[in-house]
């Protein structure tokens, strides 16, 4: 029998790192994309296919698919839309470069390579499609304006795609992670460093009091963090499930903020949300 291919993004480390090896084991067919040649190499030598697939870059999106086809002849049983990067600072001190970079690989990139990708579940009469979202796609968070923004577009772009797709044999899902042990915050750094003129910033002593020790300070694990296998397993569901469903929370945060948005009024989840 042939096994069930998926394509995953952003399989460095984390969440999809996660994936593409608890997938594997389940029989599936994976291939694993990085954004650096030097991970999908990393991850070849760990038995998995590879290669690399940057969601800012166009012509990457279209390499790395037209290999995976011709690997497949021409299928593609599912997508896993999962690499993205975080931007913190506030939304003042951020530039509009930084906001349409954010942009461009955590949603514009995802947008591109599902376009691409829907065609292939079209013609094969099936198909999966997940997307990554997070606790942030559902509430809102200070310092985190960047990548907030682009979660909720994305939740808005898959809830649509959900619905234009109910009368093809292709499936949309939502996961929506809360803290989740990964490489997140210390991937951000070179982007603050980058955009985030800090220093200039009205906002200076809240930065040094806040932020800056939060952004720089290993503080150890999160509390209510999961390991990435609790995404995993969400994501084994909506791939293998009947009937997947549209969303999947994972992690105690999102379960509550996703209550709590919908019975509280918003200067009151506001404040709750302020309180940290």
């Not at 030598?45 to 690399?52: F, R």
């Not at 952004?215 to 009947?242: C, K, M, N, W």
Request: charged share 25%; proline share 6%; glycine share 8%.
């Amino acid at each position: 029998m042939t096994r069930k291919s998926i394509l995953i993004t952003g399989c460095a480390s984390g969440i999809g790192y996660d994936a593409a090896h608890g997938l594997q084991a389940r029989g599936w067919r994976v291939f694993a994309t990085c954004r650096q040649e030097a991970d999908a190499a990393r991850l070849r030598e760990e038995g998995l296919e590879s290669l690399t697939l940057d969601y800012a870059n166009e012509g990457s999106i279209q390499t790395a698919l037209e290999e995976i086809l011709s690997r497949t002849g021409g299928t593609l049983d599912a997508l896993y839309n999962n690499g993205a990067f975080a931007l913190p600072g506030a939304l003042e001190d951020l530039p509009r470069e930084g906001l349409r970079a954010i942009f461009e690989t955590n949603l514009f990139g995802w947008h591109d390579l599902t376009r691409r990708v829907i065609p292939v579940m079209r013609a094969q009469g099936h198909g999966r499609i997940v997307n990554c979202s997070s606790v942030l796609g559902l509430v809102p968070m200070k310092w985190r304006g960047a990548y907030v923004s682009t979660k909720f577009a994305l939740e808005g772009l898959t809830d649509v795609l959900r619905l234009e797709m109910r009368d093809t044999p292709i499936h949309v899902s939502l996961i929506e992670p809360g803290p989740i042990t990964s490489r997140i915050r210390v991937n951000s750094i070179p982007q603050f460093e980058r955009y985030i003129n800090w220093e200039s910033s009205a906002r200076a002593d809240q930065y040094r009091a806040s932020l800056l020790k939060r952004l720089y300070a290993d503080r150890g694990p999160d509390r209510f963090e999961l390991p990435p296998s609790a995404v995993t397993r969400r994501l084994i569901h909506a791939l293998e499930s009947p009937r997947p469903r549209p969303r999947y929370y994972v992690t105690t945060p999102t379960h509550l903020m996703g209550g709590l948005r919908r019975v509280l009024p918003t200067p009151l989840l506001d404040w709750l949300i302020a309180r940290g």
